[in-house]
């Protein structure tokens, strides 16, 4: 997948997965969120389960790579300690 797809893709991936999860990142972020998803859910999808890819803009690799988002979103925020979903603690 050419470099402008990974970017429109993980835009996209990294802006759905902010607001399955809830959290408040910026524009960079979300990006390299979805990004990092689309190479994990990519991963995931084609090793572990045999299916799909991350191979174009198209609604698969955009759920593939939107999933693999909320993993990563979901992994930060667990290592990040818990309560950094754009929710001040006090």
Same mark, same amino acid.
């Given at each position: ?25 910026? #524009?960079?972020?979300? $990006? =390299?969120?979805?990004?990092? !998803? +689309?190479?994990?859910? @990519?991963?995931? %999808? ?24 909320? #993993?990563?979103?979901? $992994? =930060?925020?667990?290592?990040? !300690? +818990?309560?950094?979903? @754009?929710?001040? %603690?006090?």
């Amino acid at each position: 997948m050419g470099f402008i797809a990974w970017i429109i893709v993980g835009a996209i991936a990294g802006f759905l997965a902010n607001m399955v999860m809830g959290s408040r990142e910026g #524009l960079l972020m979300m $990006v =390299v969120l979805g990004i990092v !998803g +689309g190479l994990v859910g @990519g991963f995931i %999808a084609t090793s572990v389960f045999k299916i799909g890819s991350v191979n174009g803009i198209n609604i698969e690799s955009i759920v593939i790579a939107t999933l693999g988002a909320i #993993l990563v979103v979901f $992994v =930060v925020n667990a290592l990040r !300690g +818990g309560n950094r979903l @754009g929710r001040s %603690a006090s």
